[in-house]
């Protein structure tokens, strides 16, 4: 059977397979469509399994919430190469996975890999499909989610971090300041009662000694190491950091002066490079 452009391009706007791979696919089967579109699948899946053991540490970071802002959602969808990443086509395909993921409520990476992408084929399904036409291992990496009287995303330029931000109340605003101290100064808990408490004692650890080789006495050490702590608090943790805006006050402060109980319930960071 004859093989048109105009089939082959139809094949290419289905699958998004590149140009002579749509014509070999038609030729392999003998015109039929579907048959093609199935054999690109396949070849999409024998690229998966042979990319398998690759490093995808390139690729997007996408945060997004619900319409009525009580919920959002960090997905990252990593591939091999900076080059990929920052493809309009892949960029479009991070956005479709992000919306999926805040549209279907998926619980984890495994739920959003189970949901229906298209009407034909689940997410994992159309991420194998797509290494196939790429040519690069792709991988879902993070699902992250926050939900809140009040949510607010911030996507950093460049989409190599992003931020969600559940706060006690509506205040968009203020809630975009606080997710993008976020996204500037990666704190590691909400406050102090968050930090784990082996976190803790390492920081107690390293206090003490760093006061003993300072000459300070053995007994003093530990009262040392936890007034450092509190330093350590003040650094690292959101509601006590000094906000970047103003760092006479802290974040606390800082929503508190909006509305006295305006606070930070939860929030969440991705960052490629972490």
């Not at 911030?154 to 559940?166: E, K, L, R, S």
């Amino acid at each position: 059977m004859a093989i048109t452009a105009k089939d082959v391009n139809e094949l290419r706007k289905k699958t998004g397979a590149g140009m002579m791979d749509c014509k070999k696919a038609l030729v392999e089967a003998d015109g039929n469509m579907e048959e093609a579109i199935d054999i690109l699948r396949k070849k999409g899946q024998k690229i998966a399994a042979k990319r398998g053991d690759r490093d995808a540490s390139e690729g997007l970071v996408i945060a997004k919430t619900t319409e009525d802002g009580k919920k959002g959602i960090v997905v990252t969808l990593n591939c091999e190469t900076d080059f990929v990443a920052k493809n309009q086509d892949f960029v479009d395909f991070a956005n479709k996975i992000a919306e999926i993921a805040i549209e279907t409520a998926a619980t984890s990476v495994e739920d959003l890999l189970s949901k229906d992408f298209d009407g034909k084929l689940t997410v994992g399904e159309k991420i194998i499909e797509q290494t196939g036409v790429i040519g690069e291992k792709l991988e879902v990496k993070t699902l992250e989610i926050v939900e809140a009287p009040s949510v607010v995303a911030y996507n950093h330029p460049g989409n190599q971090i992003a931020t969600i931000v559940g706060l006690t109340k509506v205040a968009e605003e203020e809630g975009k300041q606080v997710a993008m101290q976020v996204a500037a100064m990666a704190p590691i808990a909400l406050d102090e009662t968050k930090v784990p408490q082996e976190t803790i004692e390492r920081e107690i650890s390293v206090g003490k000694e760093l006061a003993i080789a300072e000459g300070k006495p053995e007994e003093m050490a530990e009262k040392i190491a936890k007034g450092r702590l509190n330093k350590f608090f003040k650094e690292t943790t959101l509601l006590n950091q000094a906000f970047v805006r103003d760092n006479k006050k802290s974040v606390k402060q800082f929503l508190q002066e909006v509305d006295k109980d305006l606070t930070v319930t939860d929030f969440k960071r991705v960052s490629l490079s972490v």
